[in-house]
Nanobody, 115 residues
Framework: VQLVESGGGLVQPGGSLRLSCAASGFTFSSYAMSWFRQAPGKGRALVARIFSDGGSTNYADSVKGRFTISRDNAKNTVYLQMNSLEPEDTAVYYC?????????WGQGTQVTVSS
């Protein structure tokens, strides 16, 4: 099983980034996919989740209206479009696949929002 995140980097406040997570080794379309983040000195927190059918999503209150999660089951990939980025969005972003008692994690990608 692999979850490989990409798309992180340094961006100025107000800017945008698009994270991608390419999955392999499991039945991607059967899993809920999520993005979590962990800021320095803080615990890992849910940012956004999209369910297996792609029609249902959840967002943390802090990112509602700015971030959009989507998935392409044909490409086994989940995306996180991040707009209007703020310094408080600085964190390592992790991709997660979840089904019943099974959880898979990616290695994380750093997002830094700074001028």
């Amino acid at each position: 099983v692999q979850l490989v995140e990409s798309g992180g980097g340094l961006v100025q406040p107000g800017g945008s980034l698009r994270l991608s997570c390419a999955a392999s080794g499991f039945t991607f379309s059967s899993y809920a996919m999520s993005w979590f983040r962990q800021a320095p000195g803080k615990g890992r927190a849910l940012v956004a989740r999209i369910f297996s059918d792609g029609g249902s999503t959840n967002y943390a209150d802090s990112v509602k209206g700015r971030f959009t999660i989507s998935r392409d089951n044909a490409k086994n990939t989940v995306y996180l479009q991040m707009n209007s980025l703020e310094p408080e969005d600085t964190a390592v972003y992790y991709c997660n696949a979840h089904r019943a008692l099974t959880n898979y994690w990616g290695q994380g990608t750093q997002v830094t929002v700074s001028s």
